[in-house]
Nanobody, 115 residues
Framework: QVQLVESGGGLVQPGGSLRLSCAAS????????MDWYRQAPGKQRELVAS???????NYVNSVKGRFTTSRDNAKNTVYLQIDNLKPEDTAVYFC?????????WGQGTQVTVSS
């Protein structure tokens, strides 16, 4: 099994930045992808960013240019840098590990953007 622990959420003013972290532990595959999702109140969970084992990234159009995901394979940690935060970014952010059909989710971290 793989356990994921997210951190870095908080309350931030519009235009601010946050860096979310997702640390994986347990039986981690050498080849895994990590996805970042978010779920706003009353809305479905949506995929916002992905990163492969080799570091290739993909983003949903609404966050391109403001969200950057990266990974440190030595630390089994993935990051999501969020810049120029907007009120509509308010959500619980989750990371998802996937490898060879196995999936594990983190517990989520709350991001609130408000003045």
């Amino acid at each position: 099994q793989v356990q994921l622990v997210e951190s870095g959420g908080g309350l931030v003013q519009p235009g601010g930045s946050l860096r979310l972290s997702c640390a994986a532990s347990g039986s981690i595959s050498s080849f895994y992808a990590m996805d970042w999702y978010r779920q706003a109140p009353g809305k479905q969970r949506e995929l916002v960013a992905s990163i492969t084992r080799g570091g290739m990234t993909n983003y949903v159009n609404s966050v391109k240019g403001r969200f950057t995901t990266s990974r440190d394979n030595a630390k089994n940690t993935v990051y999501l840098q969020i810049d120029n935060l907007k009120p509509e970014d308010t959500a619980v952010y989750f990371c998802k590990y996937s490898a060879y059909g196995y999936v594990s989710w983190g517990q989520g971290t709350q991001v609130t953007v408000s003045s």
